[in-house]
């Protein structure tokens, strides 16, 4: 046999090594929401925990948002654009599809031709590219991989619907995987359930938004979130809890041993219950960024990291619980040390 291809460099350990974010300008409060919906303060804090959420203005688009979080997690890794081998893009609301969004933010933030791509996972999406970005480096095709989450989930967002209007928010949040002397990041238990896939989509699909226009009659309404909140809570609480303590009990850590616990921010009941589920001790530092910046989706988990960290919440080092699940159904939860 000939032409026999030179094996790999050896596997290698991964950590994050740095972490950025980027809230958008403008905050609504529950008072702002309720011009357009039929509520109560009182009724959006008991039912999400939500107080206020950022919009992203015309300039404010996916690739700013993501070039500005990016550049905070570069900064804080000690490392530049040119350093970086790859960059995973998470998002659900590129509202053009091709091309895709991240290399456009590959270039805008300095990183010339780097291999770039987009992961379309929900809110799943951040520790799916995070999984891939581990992947890279320890199989020796990339040293430094940036991953970006960001979302503009107020464009697909009905402002009457009583279902998702008061939750959802805009934001970027942004981690460097890079190369590790020991294990800190460890192995990410994910999956999918496509036979609940209509407890989250899209109202209209857009060949259908065609159709009606090309009648000349447009009888669909624009695309937005349409969400069975009910069924969702059932699910995330229930059987994320379960994957949860998979991916503690593959990565070797006890539920003592844990310094802080990152969910996806989709809502405070939510968090509360599996917190309750897990049993986690009081000392734990739970993450509850989206009562200042809603459900931001694939942005959300990064988003609630660099708040815990910027704010003194957890130090670096700290072993978090991460766990990402919406849209597909899908899920995905790790272990990891934090930056």
Known sequence: MTGAIKAWAGRRNTRILGVGAYRPRTALTNADILKHLDSSDEWIRRRSGVVTRHRAD???TLAYMAVEAGKGALKSAGITADDVDLIIVATATRMRQIPHVSPEIAFKIGAGTTAAFDVSAGCAGFVYGL????????????RNVLVIGVERLLDVTDP???????LMGDGAGAVVVGVSDAPAIGPVIWG???????????????????????KGKPEQP???LRMQGREVFRWAVWQMADVAREALDTAGVSVAELDAFIPHQANMRITDSLVKE?????????ARDVSDTGNTSAASIPLAMEKLLSSGQVSSGATALMIGFGAGLSYAGVVARLP
Do not use: C
């Open 278 to 286: 897990l049993k986690l001790p009081e000392r734990v530092v739970v």
């Open 58 to 60: 015309r300039q404010e």
């Open 131 to 142: 999984n891939i970005a581990h992947s890279s480096v320890t199989s020796g095709s990339a």
């Open 192 to 214: 999918s359930d496509g036979s609940r896939s209509d407890l989250l989509q899209q109202s209209v699909a857009w060949d259908e938004l065609r159709e009606s226009y090309e």
């Open 222 to 224: 624009w695309p937005s």
């Open 160 to 166: 009457t619907d009583r279902g998702t209007a008061f």
